[in-house]
């Protein structure tokens, strides 16, 4: 720092995150790959939030837990990032660049440092409660983790349970501990830190349907909750995945889902909508189904509200291939079958008439509220709060708050689903980085190796330690027996037991011995590589020995957990696994992981508001950005927006942000400019261009690439477009209104998904309902007298868009449902134009004049197909680019280094674009900020010897990594390389190799197991 | 959840179903194993695109090659499932060690113990 | 202590006896119910569907005469003149105009700061206090009652406070605990008998009440228990007649709670005038293991 | 069904909703059509076609002759569960309250006439003598309901109508459930002036 550093503003690089959900997880992982400390603070024992009790999760069907359980491991592991867990923030003082937070943790009851997370503890203790994490549908105990793969494992003890809290006696826990954790004096703690920002993602709360007791849940057993009904489905959860009523566990068939529960209720529960439901029971229908084919779902909505990128596609493959039956009619009351427990729901259908149907199970999608303390917790941020208690946040920035330097991200700024939560969670990195971007890398612990030793020369030393894990694995498995074997097993030097392992104590002996014993491989026999490698191979590494010399046997979960009841065989079975590891190490030779240079440049496709958005979020961090734009100017389709819903105006937004790109030092626009080369890999690209109108060629060395090619407005030829005058787009209208009023309007008809949600395009549009919403407004603040009427097939003004619905009908507005094979008959004769349509209420055909048919024209995706063909990245039917991981990666391409953002990935908001892009600025400061990128070493290898140029990794490998070089052999680009092994199995020539898993670390294995077999 | 399953059953880490060759198949069942079955994730859920399909193919080409040498192809198995799902692991690892238990030990032992 | 106490209409014709049951209960339990002087008709039901400021003048002359004379609580038996009741009172505090316009034409002046309570509340708050669980003798095993609130009790025409839960109330079920009785839990709680359309509009009533029947009887309930004098004469007088309609055996005797509340108090049936239900109780009640 | 073509003319719609929201106190215009009004309204089943929704429907599209004469507006027992349960607190037995007020007030021929003497001879009973006399009001409700008949002759239904009461009337004699006592109440002009105040100041309105 400089010599006036006293009087300049501090700026520290720290962020506090507040929330421990998949949003708040992808903001800490953005920021602490980006050279910035992260501290996370999160109220309950683990992080995971509520994406850890999902079972699978739409549109894709993942499994919720596979997806989200390696990004905890990345959380947990990551050197920057501190978690703190049963931690609430109690003050905050101090401004953006420098807070001071004070942190209090509650009382755990459990030395995190000696907690191994064994569960011995868990397993005896007699007080068994009610889970909160399995919804009341299964016990956990007095002392317990969230769940089993909770992070960290450190058990808690709930006081309010505890036998020996609330009666003086019991202690069984500490009794069992081998690690003497328990810690009855336990007061809590509380501290301060300082940080330059924070980010608050707390989440939401679920509604409770309890409160509103005609839905019969709390009272009829087989009346369950939606987040219930994900356990119920849950392989992990409390029936093992098979789908039973809670009553009486019968296996049901008629399964009812009754939506918007507690949301779009001003009258009883909450007003806007929760967003995810409509889809969550969609899934969940599919799912049961799926689970048991004899179910038999039906579900009970008002719209569905299948508003994100190919949910529609979704819906509609439930409809008509798993035959999910969608029944618009809410349900008044569920009346209990006497003698049954079957439920009664009544029902008015699409003709009016009432039916009464019996269901075995009825399922309440109930939506998201605010949490009980949200004012207070706001006051502790001082961030202002809306009307219904979401963070007050600026239309043309989501994550920001009224407070400078406090940002939100994740269903607590408004409801949402995952991807959006995760791409919200790198869009508040984003806008932390541009703040702190001079402090990045002050606060940061950088890893400090001693030299590698070289063992080229060394005879093969193996260590082995056999783990107790407490008394996981030693209550069956004979750990005492397999360390003596293990002694006698080839190359082994040492061997030996631990208490557990992974403890910190274990963990600096283990280093010991190696020295001690000049040990250069090391085999762990314990618990899951998954979770546990990272650590070991680290030990290895401050010893100076190359860490992929190194070899787990899961005897934990493969023997002692999963034969517990046959302890000789379990003995016998790690004694293998052991001989296995050890035949392994053996074979294993050291690996280095390369290091490329970045190059901290970004090259941004489109000069769009996001593209503007994405040049600015990095170019205000320091790096140097070119902004390519095909047309003469900036702006893309917003500039023919006047304003957005809220009222924020888009015109001088837009304009501003003009100025701001064509006046940075660090962007350099270039218009009328085509994409004509590409090539390179992340880090490393070049990008060759035609710039105009001169068309002279450049050619642009970047790091990365940001894609924000946006879409356009379709042109309909539907319902007289472009026949009659009269007949214009939404996008039109707004412009009809802004040059001529609405004095003329006497009566004015929308129509709704024209161009979307057919057979050519089958997606929502996602932006024209509240489009039409947003323009019959805006007539109705010109000239109240107009009659307008809407024609839609789902109304979808999702989140807290549902209050601008309200509002619309409340002036009168009038809205009929069609069917998209029953649309609306519009006629022009005699100088009327005449729309009919049906009404579904009444069942009445009806006729109206309009002045106006505005037609909701949908989004197309902008031609793409040379851009795409020539970067070599994949796009949906429709045009739209398709990102790496439609859950966990929404922003980035399959190929590494570059990404998308706006309306290129999918329909969308102005603010969402933004959003989208400030995300995509995270994701490529993840590289620019860095020197040089370490890549893996396990890739695979050619050997240039045996190939024979037969091409067929070229064509197996899912990534179109290997390329037939200049001397006609194949050639794997490690950089690009994902180290999948494809290659490597189908080449017939065997000149493939992959690191690490070489074909004779793999079949020495074989051998070792089937030793003396035949 | 700790489910119980046949402690013959051993397992061998790959980094995915793609990677798994023929000859390690064939190299089991000429080292003497009874039995060889792939697990990998959910059609459609690979990590890595496809290499799950990759290895049905594999298994495929196993199992011709084993009935061809007598062995017998339904000696190999591929499966697919989603790893959060126990219960199915469980299962088909039960479903697996009894169709080899029903086809007796690996006939290469069997000739081996005769000609011993 | 003392309680305004404004009877209805019913209490003082059809349904005396509920009149005779609530003064013995209320004499044992120490509170002093003072009728409300020269109390009118509240309108029921019928004053939303003739006239507006009727439905709410009406209610509003007994608010004040209670006020005017310095109670600050009124316990109302009938739901239908305790909603009545109630909302007026709310509509007033929301319109001050109107009610000085109101109050111009009144002896007693309405300030609308009394307490409106159903028997429900004012029976709950002593259960809360323990009252009950002293002056009852006998716990009353062997009955099997579902409890009907009707419509009235719990759903009012204006936003005003609900001291229950709306849909599945649940103050008789904590009574009936208290004296030994437990309530089966059922579909048709707080579903409407008819109400008046047993007079003006027969068929849909039985219909109606036939549904709230059968549900009883599936349950296996072998009594109705009720607060509400409509509910109880509708259930009870035409009783055999929606039965016979929709073929349903079975007979269930509609008490008031009062009834069993007395009983447990060791009042004999006949003081409380059990005789005087059409379907029969007090087989059922002489009957009861009097432990 | 046949499905004639109705023309929407704003016009007309906007007069009747208008009224009908000033005079119910019901903002009709929220609601979404998510009939839940339907599904839980008890005489749902009795009035045929129409339910809660559709009787809103009508008077939102200015169907003033179905909108006012319907089964619903007769059959509803204002229990208050449409209106409870309805996501935008729409009371629809508050709307059946002013449509049978509009019909009166447009002398239109009411589909149930025992309901409007009803409830017109119990309010008549109470102002008149500050209580209802059951009695009383039983009497004078039966000749109401039978004066079209007598008046046309038609004795049977007349006869049928005032047996069924006769034997409700002896039943509930014998349960000493009926009243002979009359009561009045001193105060009850206090009501009646109110009534007339009202009356005229609706009349200056
Ligand atoms: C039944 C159901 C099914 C769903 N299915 C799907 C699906 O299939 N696909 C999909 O995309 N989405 C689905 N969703 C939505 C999805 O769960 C959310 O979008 C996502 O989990 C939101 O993540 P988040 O990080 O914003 O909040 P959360 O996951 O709720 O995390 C918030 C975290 O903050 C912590 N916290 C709360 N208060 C404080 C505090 N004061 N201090 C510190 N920490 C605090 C909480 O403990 C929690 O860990 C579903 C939701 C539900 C309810
Ligand atoms: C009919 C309609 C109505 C809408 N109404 C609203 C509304 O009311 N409120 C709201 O918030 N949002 C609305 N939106 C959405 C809003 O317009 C978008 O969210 C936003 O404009 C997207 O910005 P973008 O930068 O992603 O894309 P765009 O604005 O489309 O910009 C993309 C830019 O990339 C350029 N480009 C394309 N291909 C290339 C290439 N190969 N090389 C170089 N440059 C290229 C294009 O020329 C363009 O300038 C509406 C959208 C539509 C279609
Ligand atoms: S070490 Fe094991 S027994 Fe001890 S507290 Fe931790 S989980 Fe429990
Ligand atoms: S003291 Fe007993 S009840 Fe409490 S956590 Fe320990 S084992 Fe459980
Ligand atoms: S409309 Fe909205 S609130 Fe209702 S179920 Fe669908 S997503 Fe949820
Ligand atoms: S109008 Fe647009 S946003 Fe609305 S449902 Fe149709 S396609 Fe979706
Ligand atoms: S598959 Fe093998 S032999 Fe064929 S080109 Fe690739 S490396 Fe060469
Ligand atoms: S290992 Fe996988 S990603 Fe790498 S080159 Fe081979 S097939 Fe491609
Ligand atoms: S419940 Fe309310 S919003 Fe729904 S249809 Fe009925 S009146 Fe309309
Ligand atoms: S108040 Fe009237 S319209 Fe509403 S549910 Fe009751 S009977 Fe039906």
Redesign the pocket.
């Known amino acids: 720092m400089t010599e006036n550093a006293s009087t300049k503003k501090i700026m520290r690089g720290a962020v506090m995150v507040v929330g421990g959900g998949i949003g708040a997880m992808q903001a800490c992982l953005d920021l602490a790959d980006s050279g910035f400390k992260v501290h996370m603070v999160q109220k309950d024992s683990s992080i995971g939030g509520t994406m850890v009790m999902l079972d699978k999760t739409f549109p894709t069907g993942d499994c919720s837990m596979c997806m989200i359980s390696p990004k905890m491991v990345d959380v947990g592991k990551h050197r920057n990032i501190d978690m703190h867990t049963l931690a609430e923030v109690v003050s905050v003082s101090g401004e953006p660049g420098d807070f001071t937070v004070k942190v209090r943790l509650k009382p755990r009851y459990v030395d995190p440092e000696k907690c191994t997370g064994c569960g011995t503890c868990e397993e005896k203790c007699p007080k068994k409660v009610d889970s909160e994490f399995e919804q009341g549908l299964s016990v956990r105990k007095a002392i317990f983790s969230l769940f089993p793969q909770a992070l960290p494992n450190t058990r808690a003890i709930d006081r309010q349970n505890c036998i020996y809290f609330q009666k003086g006696r019991c202690k069984v826990c500490e009794k069992v501990c081998k690690a003497d954790a328990i810690n009855w004096e336990d007061t809590g703690e509380e501290f301060e830190l300082n940080v330059g920002a924070i980010i608050l993602s707390p989440g939401l709360n679920r509604y409770d349907p309890e409160v509103r007791q005609e839905l019969g849940f709390g009272r009829w057993p087989n009346v369950v909750t939606s987040i219930q009904f994900e356990r119920i489905l849950s392989a992990s959860g409390p029936y093992q995945g098979t789908v039973m009523r809670p009553g009486d566990k019968k296996h049901p068939e008629k399964i009812a889902w009754i939506q918007c529960v507690g949301s779009r209720d001003s009258n009883n529960a909450n007003p806007w909508c929760s967003s995810v439901c409509c889809m969550y029971a969609t899934k969940q229908a599919v799912v049961a189904k799926e689970h048991d084919s004899s179910i038999d779902p039906t579900i009970f909505y008002m719209d569905i509200r299948a508003f994100g990128k190919d949910f529609d596609k979704y819906v509609n493959r439930a409809k008509d291939v798993h035959k999910i039956r969608y029944q618009r009619a809410m349900i008044s009351a569920v009346r209990e079958e006497p003698g049954t427990s079957n439920l009664i729901l009544r029902y008015a259908d699409e003709f009016g008439e009432l039916k009464d149907e019996i269901f075995d199970m009825v399922v309440l999608s109930i939506g998201f509220e605010p949490h009980a303390d949200a004012e207070e917790f706001a006051k502790i941020f001082g961030i202002a709060l809306n009307d219904h208690r979401f963070p007050a946040t600026p239309p043309f920035n989501p994550v920001e708050t009224t407070r400078p330097g406090v940002y939100v991200t994740g269903i607590y700024q408004g409801p949402k689903d995952i991807p959006e939560t995760v791409m919200q969670g790198s869009a508040v990195a984003g806008t932390t980085m541009a703040l702190l971007s001079e402090a990045r890398g002050t606060e940061v612990v950088v890893k400090e190796l001693p030299p590698q030793r070289e063992i080229a020369d060394e005879e093969i030393r193996i260590g082995v330690f056999v783990c107790h894990c407490g008394i996981n694995i030693a209550s069956v498995v004979d750990v005492a027996a397999v360390k003596e074997y293990a002694g006698t097993l080839p190359h082994v030097v040492y061997s030996g037991q631990n208490l557990f392992t992974c403890a910190q104590d274990s963990m600096n002996k283990i280093k010991d011995i190696i020295q001690e014993h000049g040990i250069n491989r090391l085999v762990v026999a314990a618990c899951s590589p998954k979770t546990h490698e990272p650590a070991f191979m680290d030990t290895m590494e401050s010893c100076g020995i190359n860490k992929y010399l190194f070899e787990m046997a899961n005897i934990r979960n493969q023997c002692s957990w999963t034969h517990s009841k046959e302890p000789d065989k379990a003995t016998e079975k790690s004694k293998e696994l052991v001989r296995m590891a050890v035949a392994r190490v053996a074979k294993l030779t050291p690996l280095q992981e390369k290091k490329i240079p970045v190059i901290q440049r970004a090259l941004v496709?489109?000069?769009?508001?996001?593209?503007?958005n994405a040049a600015l979020g990095l170019a205000d961090q320091g790096f140097e950005v070119i902004l390519?734009?095909?047309?003469e100017s900036?702006?893309?389709?917003?500039t023919r927006?006047n304003t957005?819903?809220e009222g924020a105006d888009?015109k001088s937004y837009v304009n501003d942000q003009i100025e701001k790109v064509t006046s940075h030092p660090n962007i350099q626009v270039l218009t009328q400019?085509?994409?004509v080369g590409f090539s390179g890999f992340k880090g490393n690209f070049t990008t060759e261009v035609l710039v105009g109108p001169g068309m002279y060629e450049r050619k642009i060395d970047h790091g990365v690439v940001i894609l924000?090619?946006?879409?356009?407005?379709y042109r309909p030829d539907e319902f007289l477009y472009g026949r009659d005058d009269r007949v214009m787009?939404?996008?039109e209208l707004s412009e009809h209104l802004q040059e001529k009023g609405a004095e003329s309007l006497n009566q004015v008809v929308m129509i709704q998904c024209v161009g979307s949600r057919n057979d050519e395009n089958p997606n929502c549009?996602r932006?024209?309902c509240?489009?039409a919403i947003?323009n019959a407004l805006k007539i109705k603040q010109m000239n109240p007298k107009t009659k307008i009427i809407i024609l839609y097939r789902d109304m979808r003004t999702y989140g807290l868009l549902e209050d601008y619905y309200a509002e619309a009908r409340n002036k009168g507005i009038l809205f009929f449902t069609y069917e998209l094979e029953n649309p609306p008959e519009v006629n022009s004769s005699e100088g009327d134009l005449t729309i009919t349509f049906k009404d579904r209420v009444l069942g009445r055909s009806l006729k109206a004049k309009a002045d106006v048919l505005a037609l909701s024209?949908?989004?197309v995706a902008?031609?793409?197909e040379?851009?795409s063909s020539i970067l070599k990245l994949a796009r949906t039917a429709e045009g739209f680019f398709m990102e790496a991981h439609v859950k966990l990666r929404p922003v980035d391409m399959a190929t590494e280094g570059i990404f998308v953002?706006?309306?290129?990935h999918s329909?969308?908001?102005?603010?969402?674009?933004i959003s989208q892009?400030l995300a995509a600025t995270a994701r490529a400061t993840t590289f620019l900020s860095q020197s040089h990128l370490t890549l893996s070493a396990v890739t695979a290898r050619v050997d240039p010897e045996k190939c024979a140029s037969c091409l067929i990794c070229v064509r197996s490998c899912p990534y179109e990594v290997p390329k037939i070089n200049a001397e006609g052999v194949s050639e794997i680009d490690e950089a690009l390389c994902h180290g999948c092994g494809v290659c490597a199995a189908e080449c017939p020539a065997k000149a493939i190799d992959l690191n690490w898993y070489e074909d004779d670390q793999i079949m020495c294995k074989v051998d070792a197991l089937l030793e003396g077999a035949l | 959840m700790r489910l119980q399953y046949p402690a013959n059953v051993k397992i061998i880490r790959l980094p995915c179903t793609g990677k798994i060759d023929l000859i390690h198949i064939l190299r089991a069942f000429e080292k003497g194993a009874d039995g060889v079955y792939v697990v990998g994730c959910l059609e459609g859920g690979c990590h890595y695109i496809g290499g799950n399909l990759r290895a049905r193919k594999r298994v495929e080409q196993a199992r011709k090659i084993l009935d061809l040498t007598g062995i017998g192809g339904e000696r190999v198995q591929m499966y697919n499932l989603s790893a959060s799902d126990g219960p199915l692991f469980v299962q088909y690892a039960i479903e697996m060690n009894e169709k080899i238990l029903e086809l007796g030990p690996n006939p290469i032992k069997l000739k081996k113990d005769a000609a011993a | 202590m003392e309680m305004a106490y404004y009877p209805g209409c019913t209490l003082h014709a059809s349904s005396s006896l509920y009149d005779v049951q609530i003064r013995l209960i209320f004499e044992k339990l120490g509170i002093n119910l003072k009728e409300i002087d020269d109390w009118n008709c509240c309108g029921a039901t019928s004053a939303g569907k003739v006239d507006d400021f009727l439905a709410v003048a009406m209610p509003a002359r007994n608010i004040g005469i209670a006020e005017a004379a310095g109670f600050s609580e009124v316990m109302i038996p009938c739901s239908s003149c305790y909603s009545r009741t109630l909302v007026a009172k709310h509509h007033l505090i929301d319109n001050p105009a109107l009610k000085e316009q109101i109050n111009e034409e009144l002896s007693g002046k309405i300030q609308g700061h009394i307490k409106v309570s159903s028997i429900l509340e004012v029976l709950l708050a002593r259960v809360a206090s323990g009252d009950i669980d002293e002056i009852t003798g006998k716990k009353l095993k062997g009955l099997k009652p579902v409890c009907y609130y009707g419509c009235l009790q719990t759903r009012f025409p204006y936003n005003v406070p609900v001291p229950d839960d709306v849909e599945n109330p649940q103050g008789m079920e904590t009574i009936l605990k208290v004296i030994g009785v437990k309530a089966l839990d059922w579909s048709y709680k707080t579903d409407c008998c008819g109400a008046s359309a047993s007079i003006n509009d027969e068929d849909t009533a039985m219909n109606l009440m036939a549904r709230i029947m059968k549900d009883a009887v599936a349950r296996g309930a072998n009594c109705m228990v009720v607060t509400c004098p409509m509910c109880q004469l509708n259930m009870d007088v035409y009783q055999d007649k929606f039965c016979e309609a929709h073929n349903i055996a079975e007979r269930l005797p509609v008490f008031f709670i009062t009834e069993l509340i007395g009983l447990a108090m060791d009042i004999s049936l006949s003081e409380l005038q059990v005789d005087r239900h059409f379907i029969d109780g007090v087989a059922l009640l002489k009957g009861l293991d009097p432990a | 069904m046949t499905v004639s073509v109705n023309e929407f003319i704003p016009e007309t719609a906007n007069t009747l909703i208008e009224e009908v929201m000033e005079r119910s106190g019901q903002n009709l215009l929220s609601c979404y059509q998510c009939r839940r009004c339907a599904a839980g309204c008890p005489v749902a089943e009795e009035t045929g076609y129409v339910t809660p929704d559709r009787l809103i429907r009508m008077i939102m599209l200015g169907d003033y002759e179905n909108a006012l004469n319907n089964p619903l507006v007769w059959k509803c027992v204002s229990c208050y569960t449409c209106g409870t349960r309805c996501p935008n607190g729409i009371h629809t037995a508050r709307i059946t309250e002013t449509m049978k007020k509009l019909a009166k007030e447009n002398h239109l021929q009411p589909e149930r006439l025992k309901v409007v003497n009803f409830h017109g001879t119990f309010i008549n009973s109470g102002i008149r003598w500050g209580r209802v006399n059951e009695m009383e009001f039983m009497g004078l409700y039966e000749l109401k309901n039978t004066f079209p008949d007598i008046n046309q002759f038609n004795f049977k239904p007349v006869i049928e109508e005032l047996k069924t009461q006769a034997r409700l009337a002896k039943a509930m004699l014998k349960k000493k459930r009926l009243h002979f006592g009359f009561e009045l109440v001193k105060g009850r002009r206090e009501i009646k002036k109110l009534y007339k105040k009202i009356k005229k100041l609706r009349k200056k309105l």
């Open positions: 496709v489109g000069g769009g508001i996001a593209g503007i390519l734009e095909k047309e900036l702006g893309g389709l917003a927006i957005t819903i888009v400019a085509l994409i924000a090619t946006g879409a356009t407005e787009t939404q996008i549009s932006v024209c509240q489009a947003k024209a949908g989004m902008e031609d793409t040379e851009l953002c706006g309306t290129a329909p969308k908001l102005i603010s969402e674009s892009s």
